[in-house]
Each structure stands twice: as structure tokens, then as C-alpha cells.
């Protein structure tokens, strides 16, 4: 196979965490005054991080900072989750894993928040390892962190799969030297996706999984 390695996105390509998020956001903005933001309005900012986010929504520059650390500790301390896991992902992570892939994943939420999703979503799953951002310093799309993580695992590039649904997935591949499949199922269009550069797509995890396994 020429795929010995997955690297997944975690939302909006393996849990819906939109309810999550649209919590967790509201309550941090509301401690400045700020009215609620929809749904559609948080996700379009969601993908580049916690500050990326919080300064689509109109957060003032002052205030972006001290937020972007209570959105932090408000997905680490989040309480019954909505989130959930888009159908058909546990099958592809299980089957993908009985193949002998190595799979990890590299997430723009901050660490703690990552952790704790993994743990109450995806303890079946057998990640070598997850890697999420600090504040300040999203994990994607500079190439740092997943660089890091395969030299850790003696991993080559050219053998690694990246799996997500956003731009910073698409741009971090290309700049690590791996190869990218865009879903379909999480928070963009084909089209938001082909204009980040996106070139291969997956519509259900199914697609994924034959996508690999088929890959020469």
C-alpha cells in the first residue's frame, strides 16, 4: 500500500463537535456583552484556531487573547457534550486500524479540549498519538507540529495520508509533503476546499477507507 500512515482532523471530519463549540463560544462571548452568534456564523470561523475564530466573530483585538484561554478551558471542562460521531467513522477507523495503518490525529483544539474528545468519543480507536494547539500557536497550517510527530515515529512523508474536512488540513499537507483527501461530510464545501487547493475528496468514510486501501 502506498499509505502506512493516517493523520486525521478530528472536528468536523470525525465527531460533530458544532454543538459543542457554538456553546462553549457563546458563554465566553457573552462575558464581554457580546450578543450570541448563530450556528452558521461560528462555523465559518472554525479550522485556523481559537483566535482565528473569535476575530471573525468581531471580538475586539483586546479582549482575543483572554477569550481564546476561556474557550480553552471551557472545552476542557464542557459538561454533556452534544458532540457525536459522524455515522459510518468507527467503522472506517476500525477497519483502517485492522489493515496494519498507523493512525493519528492533528487537531487546531487546544490540547486538553482534544484529549478530552478522544476520550469520550474515540477511546475505541487506536491513535499512536493526538496533537492539538496552544494558544497562539495553532497546530495547522504551518508544518511544525506534524513534522515533529512523524520524525518522533521514524514516520516518512511520502507515506503519510492527511484525512480532513477544512483549509488548514489542505495547507498543512502541502507543506509537509503529504498527500491530502478532503471530506465532504464536515464544516466546507467542495468548493471552499478546491480553492485552499484541495484536489482528492472523499463524500462518506467508506469512500476513505477504499481510498487507502486501493492507493498504489
Not at 479582549?63 to 467503522?91: C, H, I, M, Q
Not at 491513535?127 to 497550517?141: E, M, N, Q
Not at 484536489?199 to 477504499?210: C, H, I, K, Q, R
Amino acid at each position: 500500500m502506498k499509505y502506512n500512515t493516517v493523520v486525521f482532523d478530528l472536528d468536523g471530519t470525525l465527531i460533530n463537535t458544532i454543538p459543542d463549540i457554538v456553546t462553549v463560544v457563546n458563554t465566553v462571548i457573552g462575558q464581554i456583552g457580546m450578543t450570541e452568534k448563530t450556528e452558521g456564523q461560528i462555523r465559518t470561523g472554525v479550522g485556523f484556531g481559537i483566535e482565528h475564530l473569535l476575530r471573525t466573530l468581531g471580538v475586539p483585538e483586546q479582549w482575543n487573547s483572554p477569550l481564546a484561554f476561556e474557550v480553552e478551558g471551557g472545552y476542557a471542562t464542557l459538561k454533556d457534550s452534544k458532540a457525536s460521531l459522524y455515522s459510518g467513522v468507527r467503522e472506517m477507523l476500525e477497519e483502517i486500524s485492522s489493515s496494519g495503518i498507523k493512525m493519528f490525529v492533528l487537531s487546531n483544539k487546544p490540547q486538553r479540549g482534544l484529549e478530552k474528545s478522544i476520550t469520550e468519543h474515540l477511546s475505541f480507536a487506536d491513535f499512536l498519538a493526538v496533537r492539538g494547539s496552544r494558544v497562539g500557536t495553532p497546530a495547522k497550517p504551518l508544518p511544525d507540529v506534524i513534522l515533529e510527530m512523524l520524525r518522533e515515529f521514524n514516520i516518512s512523508p511520502e507515506s503519510v495520508l492527511m484525512v480532513g474536512d477544512g483549509e488548514p488540513d489542505v495547507l498543512v499537507s502541502k507543506a509537509a509533503g503529504v498527500d491530502c483527501l478532503s471530506v465532504l461530510w464536515g464544516f466546507r464545501t467542495r468548493e471552499e476546499l478546491e480553492e485552499a487547493g484541495a484536489e482528492l475528496f472523499a463524500e462518506t468514510p467508506e469512500d476513505v477507507v477504499g481510498f487507502i486501501l486501493q492507493a498504489e
